[in-house]
């Protein structure tokens, strides 16, 4: 293109010689004799003074400045001509005027190819050597344009490409992300490091305390050298008898069969164990007129309280009270605890069925549940050829049994001895019987309970070697047996052919106060039965201990008596045995 505009106005004109890298026009000058510019806003033309002392630049924002157009940058630069007035820079294509002022101009023509928003236009100003620019601040026009021939110092830029400034990146995204996340992986390690530190203290703590209760129980049990407590289990220190305990006697009376079984119930507070003392009896007891006797007849003669102060005398002990247990109240007393488990040494019938081939009320075995009637009959039994301590170590599994379903709540425990509806002795009320109870309940709950029999010579007496573990150990007492001579002493010798009524005779004579002495087996059995002395003194002895047996007085004759006996006794098979 190479068009041509003249202003009218002078003699220089400005040839069009292509567009710069913005797309805007630049013009070559042509020399005239007098330029005169046009304005686009007023529509005028303006003559050689007007813009004078305003500058080659024009300021949009100022009202009625002027801009300096920049040259195209050939690598060359162009000449400036400073004739002292201001070209006006022809209207490019498109161009039509307009002035969004109101000054009745037409829309400006954007270079970019956009249509220019209405607004202000600035207009061009003469042409000028092309002086780079560095851009100013970025600012977010009131309105976007863009205009022909603006100025690159003054070019209006989309916020678009300035998004680094206005806007975060990503980068800054992830570097805050890595930042939290290195802060928190820091805070865990903290964390964890912490409560590994607690775990760590807590457990120095626990084997502390571990050491400690160890070191204290073996103080309490006295098995530290030269170190123990007054009061230990064992029983073993010097302050044994010193010792406080609560003792109860029961004596247990077969209402169906016959006979009773005493035991005494301890309760040592000072080394929190309960114990269940056996006591046989063939035990020799003394009498209130001197006499000796045997436990079993001083409790069908002598009644309850008789018999516990024999019991303090030859035991050395302090008998509180006493309890007559007989067997309809311990079938109650069982059925009340919910029935009991206790491990059973044998296979006891019904003693309601007397047919054969009847499957047993109590099996054999370990851990068996006992009913009240069951529990009654296995505290009785006692088989044939066994012994009476055989039955009393039975009576006393119950009892333990007892003790372990009975309530630890002493309320408890004294409501149900009150159920029971007994008659007491008036030593023994209902609240102290239960709160005894309850005692030795939590005791046998947690295993700190054990039952001992009482080792009795065949004599009835108590020998120091055989009864300490008991007398002194269990109830801190000294055992005091009558003398070896205070009771008739009878020898007795098998010649029934029947092993068992050896042992039946021994019951009968031992309950009746009477030392039983083994006189053993006869080589050949006899038909009738002999009951000897040696001493005249001794046959009225000899008449009562036939009377005893069952054995008429024609038995009663003078004869040689075994030795350490008063009078000796050969069974025969006339011999017929009580069923006690």
């Given at each position: 293109?190479?068009?041509?505009?003249?202003?009218?106005?002078?003699?220089?004109?400005?040839?069009?010689?292509?567009?710069?890298?913005?797309?805007?026009?630049?013009?070559?000058?042509?020399?005239?004799?007098?330029?005169?510019?046009?304005d686009?806003?007023?529509?005028?033309?303006?003559?050689?003074?007007q813009?004078?002392?305003?500058?080659?630049?024009?300021?949009?924002?100022?009202?009625?400045?002027?801009?300096?157009?920049?040259?195209?940058?050939?690598?060359?630069?162009?000449?400036?001509?400073?004739?002292?007035?201001?070209?006006?820079?022809?209207?490019?294509?498109?161009?039509?005027?307009?002035?969004?002022?109101?000054t009745?101009?037409?829309?400006?023509?954007?270079?970019y190819?956009?249509?220019?928003?209405?607004?202000?236009q600035?207009?061009?100003?003469?042409?000028?050597?092309?002086?780079?620019?560095?851009?100013?601040?970025?600012?977010?026009?009131?309105?976007?344009?863009?205009?022909?021939?603006?100025?690159?110092?003054?070019?209006?830029?989309?916020?678009?490409?300035?998004?680094?400034?206005?806007?975060?990146?990503?980068?800054?995204?992830?570097?805050?992300?890595?930042?939290?996340?290195?802060?928190?992986?820091?805070?865990?390690?903290?964390?964890?490091?912490?409560?590994?530190?607690?775990r760590?203290i807590?457990?120095?703590?626990?084997?502390?305390?571990?050491?400690?209760?160890?070191?204290?129980?073996?103080?309490?049990?006295?098995?530290?050298?030269?170190?123990?407590?007054?009061?230990?289990?064992?029983?073993?220190?010097?302050?044994?008898?010193?010792?406080?305990?609560d003792?109860?006697?029961?004596?247990?009376?077969?209402?169906?069969?016959?006979?009773?079984?005493?035991?005494?119930?301890?309760?040592?507070?000072?080394?929190?164990?309960?114990?269940?003392?056996?006591?046989?009896?063939?035990?020799?007891?003394?009498?209130?007129?001197?006499?000796?006797?045997?436990?079993?007849?001083?409790?069908?003669?002598?009644?309850?309280?008789?018999?516990?102060?024999?019991?303090?005398?030859?035991?050395?002990?302090?008998?509180?009270?006493?309890?007559?247990?007989?067997?309809?109240?311990?079938?109650?007393?069982?059925?009340?605890?919910?029935?009991?488990?206790?491990?059973?040494?044998?296979?006891?019938?019904?003693?309601?069925?007397?047919?054969?081939?009847?499957?047993?009320?109590?099996?054999?075995?370990?851990?068996?549940?006992?009913?009240?009637?069951?529990?009654?009959?296995?505290?009785?039994?006692?088989?044939?050829?066994?012994?009476?301590?055989?039955?009393?170590?039975?009576?006393?599994?119950?009892?333990?049994?007892?003790?372990?379903?009975?309530?630890?709540?002493?309320?408890?425990?004294?409501?149900?001895?009150?159920t029971l509806?007994?008659?007491?002795?008036?030593?023994?009320?209902?609240?102290?019987?239960?709160?005894?109870?309850?005692?030795?309940?939590?005791?046998?709950?947690?295993?700190?309970?054990?039952?001992?029999?009482?080792?009795?010579?065949?004599?009835?007496?108590?020998?120091?070697?055989?009864?300490?573990?008991?007398?002194?150990?269990?109830?801190?007492?000294?055992?005091?047996?009558?003398?070896?001579?205070s009771?008739?002493?009878?020898s007795?010798?098998?010649?029934?052919?029947?092993?068992d009524?050896?042992?039946?005779?021994?019951?009968?004579?031992?309950?009746?106060?009477?030392?039983?002495?083994?006189?053993?087996?006869?080589?050949?059995?006899?038909?009738?039965?002999?009951?000897?002395?040696?001493?005249?003194?001794?046959?009225?002895?000899?008449?009562?201990?036939?009377?005893?047996?069952?054995?008429?007085?024609?038995?009663?004759?003078?004869?040689?008596?075994?030795?350490?006996?008063?009078?000796?006794?050969?069974?025969?098979?006339?011999?017929?045995?009580?069923?006690?």
């Amino acid at each position: 293109m190479n068009d041509r505009y003249d202003a009218g106005y002078g003699s220089d004109q400005y040839e069009l010689v292509g567009y710069d890298e913005y797309g805007q026009p630049v013009y070559r000058q042509i020399p005239a004799q007098q330029q005169q510019t046009y304005d686009p806003y007023t529509g005028q033309g303006q003559g050689q003074g007007q813009g004078q002392g305003q500058g080659y630049g024009y300021d949009p924002y100022a009202g009625g400045g002027q801009q300096t157009a920049p040259a195209y940058d050939t690598g060359q630069q162009a000449p400036v001509y400073d004739t002292g007035q201001q070209p006006t820079v022809p209207p490019t294509h498109g161009y039509d005027g307009y002035d969004p002022y109101g000054t009745g101009g037409q829309t400006a023509y954007d270079p970019y190819g956009q249509a220019a928003t209405s607004g202000r236009q600035p207009r061009v100003a003469e042409q000028t050597a092309h002086i780079p620019q560095q851009a100013g601040p970025v600012r977010e026009p009131a309105e976007p344009r863009q205009a022909d021939g603006q100025g690159e110092g003054e070019r209006d830029y989309n916020t678009g490409q300035f998004a680094f400034v206005e806007q975060p990146d990503g980068d800054s995204e992830d570097v805050i992300d890595w930042l939290n996340f290195t802060e928190n992986r820091t805070e865990r390690r903290e964390e964890a490091k912490r409560r590994a530190r607690s775990r760590m203290i807590a457990l120095v703590v626990v084997l502390a305390l571990v050491a400690v209760g160890g070191v204290g129980y073996l103080w309490y049990a006295g098995k530290i050298p030269g170190l123990s407590s007054a009061g230990t289990k064992s029983g073993t220190t010097t302050s044994a008898a010193a010792q406080k305990r609560d003792v109860v006697v029961v004596h247990l009376h077969n209402t169906g069969g016959g006979g009773t079984s005493t035991v005494l119930l301890v309760d040592n507070t000072t080394t929190k164990q309960g114990s269940t003392v056996l006591l046989p009896n063939s035990l020799a007891l003394t009498d209130d007129d001197g006499s000796t006797t045997t436990l079993a007849k001083s409790v069908d003669d002598d009644g309850s309280s008789g018999t516990r102060d024999q019991l303090d005398t030859v035991l050395g002990t302090n008998i509180e009270g006493t309890w007559r247990l007989d067997t309809p109240y311990l079938q109650n007393l069982v059925e009340l605890v919910g029935n009991i488990d206790i491990d059973t040494n044998a296979d006891v019938p019904d003693p309601d069925t007397k047919k054969k081939g009847e499957a047993p009320l109590v099996h054999q075995g370990k851990d068996q549940t006992l009913s009240g009637k069951a529990a009654v009959a296995y505290a009785t039994y006692r088989a044939s050829g066994e012994a009476q301590n055989a039955q009393l170590e039975r009576f006393g599994q119950v009892m333990q049994g007892v003790l372990r379903k009975m309530s630890s709540d002493a309320s408890a425990a004294t409501t149900t001895v009150q159920t029971l509806a007994q008659i007491l002795d008036p030593s023994l009320t209902d609240k102290d019987l239960g709160t005894f109870l309850a005692k030795l309940a939590d005791l046998a709950k947690g295993g700190d309970y054990k039952t001992a029999l009482l080792p009795v010579q065949s004599d009835g007496t108590l020998s120091a070697e055989t009864s300490s573990s008991v007398v002194k150990d269990v109830l801190g007492g000294t055992a005091k047996s009558p003398s070896a001579g205070s009771a008739v002493r009878v020898s007795v010798q098998n010649a029934t052919g029947v092993k068992d009524d050896t042992e039946k005779a021994r019951v009968v004579l031992v309950n009746g106060g009477y030392t039983f002495l083994e006189g053993g087996t006869a080589a050949t059995t006899q038909a009738a039965s002999k009951v000897l002395y040696s001493d005249a003194a001794d046959k009225e002895n000899a008449t009562e201990v036939a009377k005893t047996l069952g054995l008429g007085t024609g038995a009663v004759q003078k004869g040689t008596v075994g030795s350490g006996a008063d009078v000796s006794v050969v069974l025969g098979q006339d011999y017929k045995p009580s069923s006690s």
